[in-house]
C-alpha cells in the first residue's frame, strides 16, 4: 500500500507547473546510482516504454569522478538528445547527481524530475562507513561530496519535482548500522530520502535497490511525469 508524506507544504514559487507539448515524444533519461552500471535501470526502463515514454539510461564513473565532473557529462549527454520535453528520473545518488547538474549547468530543456531512494537529507549509513579509510575509497568522491554538505548550499532545480521513498527494511544499510532508524529502505530512511522542496513526497513498500524492479514505482514515475502528481 502506498502511503503519501508531507515533509514541506509545497514546492517553491519558482518550481511552475510544466506545460506538455506533443510536438515530441517525451524523453526520460534514467541514472543509476554509487556502484551499479547503467543497465541496472533495465527493468524500469522497459516498463516506462510501455507507458509511452522514450527511454535513455546515463551510465557515469560514480566513484571516481565528483559531482561536478559528472554533472558536466551529464550536461553534455543531455545536449545530443532531439527532444522538446526531457524528464530526469535519478536512483540513491544519481538524484543528487541531477541537482548538481541543475547547480553547474541550470540552462536545461523543460521536463519534470523524480528521484527514487535518493539521500537528499545525507546517509547515517555512509556517514558510519565514512570512518575507514577502504570504505571512503569505495563511496568515491561524490559520496564524500554529499556528507560534507556541499548540496545543501545548491538551489533547488527549479523542476516539479517528486520523491519516492522505501519502507521495506531490507539491505546492507541494516548489516552495516545497527538499530537503522525505522521507517526506512534498507539503507536510507525515509526521513534521509525527503527533499523540502519537491512536490510531492510518495512511499511504498520497497527496499533501496528493489524499487528498481518495482512495478508500482515505475506506474507513479510514469504518473508523476505525464501530471506532476502521484497516483492516489
Not at 512511499?203 to 518495482?214: C, D, E
Not at 514505482?217 to 510514469?222: F, L, S, T
Amino acid at each position: 500500500m502506498a502511503h503519501f508524506v508531507k515533509f514541506s507544504p509545497g514546492a517553491p514559487p519558482y518550481a511552475r507547473r510544466l506545460t506538455i507539448t506533443n510536438a515530441k515524444p517525451q524523453t526520460v533519461v534514467l541514472i543509476h546510482g554509487l556502484w551499479f552500471p547503467g543497465y541496472i535501470l533495465f527493468v524500469l526502463g522497459r516498463r516506462l516504454r510501455r507507458q509511452g515514454f522514450t527511454v535513455h539510461a546515463f551510465s557515469y564513473p560514480s566513484v571516481r569522478a565528483d559531482l561536478s565532473a559528472n554533472a558536466e557529462r551529464l550536461a553534455g549527454f543531455l545536449d545530443t538528445l532531439d527532444a522538446d520535453t526531457v524528464h530526469l528520473v535519478g536512483h540513491s545518488l544519481g538524484g543528487i547527481l541531477i541537482r548538481a547538474l541543475f547547480h553547474h549547468h541550470p540552462r536545461q530543456k523543460p521536463g519534470r524530475i523524480v528521484t527514487l531512494g535518493t539521500p537528499h537529507g545525507g546517509s547515517r549509513v555512509a556517514q558510519h562507513q565514512s570512518r575507514y579509510a577502504p570504505w571512503r575509497w569505495a563511496m568515491g568522491k561524490g559520496v564524500i561530496q554529499l556528507l560534507t554538505g556541499a548540496p545543501r548550499h545548491w538551489t533547488s532545480p527549479p523542476r516539479e519535482i517528486g520523491v519516492i521513498c522505501g519502507t521495506r527494511s531490507f539491505g546492507m544499510g541494516r548489516l552495516l548500522v545497527r538499530h537503522l532508524p525505522r521507517p526506512n529502505d534498507g539503507l536510507l530512511t525515509v526521513k534521509e530520502s525527503a527533499f523540502p522542496a519537491a512536490r510531492e513526497h510518495l512511499a511504498l513498500p520497497v527496499s533501496h535497490t528493489g524499487m528498481l524492479f518495482s512495478r508500482e514505482v515505475a506506474e507513479q514515475v510514469g504518473q508523476f511525469l505525464m501530471t506532476g502528481k502521484f497516483s492516489r
